[in-house]
């Protein structure tokens, strides 16, 4: 099955620099890469998300990249803010309502 | 207003008993998921089902169980079997277009702790 690695596990960051989490995944059947946020003690949301037809995708301070070939995907921030801290997990699935394979997270931290 | 909810927010459990958490949507999602949360653990597929009276086990699904009897409603039920139920427990649903899957939607979760 699939297996979806993470990393780093923790990030601190000063607030207007930018932050890079990398996820690596297994199944090369896998064409569907959503990046999640969860504040603490809340639900998981939606921040981006990229298909396996797609290099690359920003929406507004949020980019994620994705390489097919290494198996590996990216989420980058860019001039951080202090609501960006967060605990971020990177995700995979195939095809067909199959279920979303989750990172361990990596916590980060906006120091202002 | 459409959504995925979960009750109740916390639950209690002494040793030994049988609880049932609760899940239903609105968004008339085929797809239903329950995933265990743990510290460092990140979220951990119990079960899922594609569709109404269908279910497949995830990857920890030793002393859980689970029903579909209606799209709307997955309810997980946490029994004596299962030797370390203290976790934060996320039900999730998603549907299906010509693109392949979409994003998963979370209930906001339901703190569970043995006593």
């Known amino acids: 099955g699939e297996n979806v690695e993470q990393h780093p596990s923790t990030l601190s960051v000063q607030e207007g620099d930018s932050a890079v989490i990398k996820c690596t995944y297994s199944?090369?059947?896998?064409?569907?890469f959503p990046w999640y946020k969860q504040e603490l003690g809340k639900r998981p949301q939606l921040i981006i998300d990229i298909r396996s037809n797609v290099g690359e995708k920003k929406d507004q301070r949020i980019a994620v990249t994705l390489n097919k070939t290494a198996k590996h995907f990216s989420l980058h921030i860019t001039e951080t803010q202090p609501e960006d801290s967060a605990v971020y997990f990177c995700?995979?699935?195939?095809?067909?309502?199959?279920?979303?394979?989750f990172g361990k997270g990596t916590r980060l931290s906006v120091i202002a | 207003d459409g959504g995925i909810t979960q009750s109740p927010k916390y639950l209690f459990r002494k040793e030994g008993q049988n609880v049932t958490l609760s899940c239903e949507q609105n968004?008339?999602?085929?797809?239903m998921y329950w995933y265990r949360q743990d510290p460092g653990q990140g979220l951990r597929l119990i079960y899922y089902?594609?569709?109404?009276?269908?279910?497949q086990k995830g990857d920890i699904a030793e002393g859980y169980s689970v029903s579909r009897e209606k799209k709307e409603s997955f309810p997980l039920t946490v029994t004596s079997a299962q030797k370390n139920p203290t976790a934060f427990y996320l039900c999730a649903s998603s549907t299906r277009t010509g693109q392949g899957n979409t994003e998963a939607f979370f209930g906001q979760g339901t703190r569970l702790t043995v006593v």
């Open positions: 995700a995979a699935s195939r095809s067909g309502n199959t279920p979303l394979v």
């Open positions: 089902s594609q569709i109404v009276n269908d279910f």
């Open positions: 968004l008339n999602h085929d797809a």
């Open positions: 199944d090369s059947a896998s064409n569907y």
